[in-house]
């Protein structure tokens, strides 16, 4: 099915282990998001990156060390607005997606001249070929935390996702596991960026997941299975940009909804 003699290449080497890292950790985030109704979160996490692209190209910094502090910053900020708009988590991603794209529009006119655009285009769409040996490293090092924390703490997490009053009567740090998921979740989403793009990230991180929820039999098989999905999807996806020459996320992002589709439908047609 695959011809890997395309993995001779030192980009689609690095692209292969980016898949590979990203695929152990984006599902289980993802399923979490998802059970808690944080989907959009996501999005809007990635959105907010963009201020943080903006910050790095503007001050000469790193703009992967800007984007995690702004990312940070951000989550932390996010589990304050849930708390105040508890029924209606959508304002608070409303407020902070549109103002992460307003930051950004405005340090970017700020920051002046095409070299800014062109930097900031990269971080809006990403390429998984052109990432290098420290960003790969980067994912694995998040994968390595997530998985981690997922083993250690499993079970408080899955307390608190479905059932936040039974988690605080038990004597779990609701809040301050709120906010270390977001921000697990934004630095991870920061991380990824240079590889998915802004605009696909939230794909590669809830899709899986989603089509994962739909398969699964229990939490644990749902997570494998999410594992799995992902790793296939990115893999065929990034084939599928080599030899037809398209850009990789597009190929990834609709890879993952055929996939969506064809379970979708397929689980249709078992009910009847």
């Not at 689609?12 to 998001?33: E, N, T, V, W, Y």
């Not at 907010?48 to 790193?62: W, Y």
């Not at 070299?115 to 420290?134: A, D, M, P, W």
């Not at 996702?161 to 630095?187: C, H, K, Q, W, Y």
């Amino acid at each position: 099915m695959f011809d890997f003699s395309i993995l001779n290449y030192d980009f689609m080497q690095r692209a292969f282990l980016a898949i590979i890292a990203m695929s152990l950790f984006s599902p289980i985030l993802g399923i979490f998001l998802i059970l808690r109704r944080q989907s959009l979160m996501s999005d809007t996490l990635s959105h907010v990156s963009l201020a943080g692209v903006a910050f790095g190209l503007v001050l000469g910094i790193s703009p992967t060390l800007s984007t995690i502090i702004v990312v940070i910053v951000a989550a932390v900020f996010l589990e304050y607005l849930r708390t105040v708009y508890k029924n209606f988590m959508e304002i608070g991603t409303a407020i902070l997606m549109s103002t992460g794209l307003a930051i950004s529009l405005i340090l970017m006119n700020r920051g002046g001249g095409s070299r800014s655009s062109v930097s900031l285009e990269q971080y809006l769409f990403g390429s998984i070929v052109t990432i290098n040996q420290e960003q790969v490293i980067a994912l694995f090092v998040i994968a390595l935390v997530v998985i981690v924390l997922t083993l250690l703490f499993l079970r408080p997490m899955y307390i608190l996702t479905f059932d936040e009053d039974t988690a605080f009567v038990d004597g779990l740090p609701v809040r301050a596991m709120s906010i270390a998921f977001n921000v697990i979740t934004g630095v991870a989403i920061a991380l990824m960026i240079p590889a998915a793009g802004a605009l696909l990230v939230s794909t590669i991180m809830v899709l899986p997941a989603s089509i994962a929820l739909r398969l699964g039999k229990s939490f644990k098989s749902v997570i494998f299975i999410g594992m799995g999905l992902g790793f296939f999807g990115m893999v065929t996806g990034l084939f599928a940009s080599y030899y037809a020459e398209t850009p990789a996320s597009a190929s990834i992002t609709l890879i993952f909804i055929s996939i969506f589709l064809v379970v979708n439908v397929f689980n249709k047609f078992l009910k009847k």
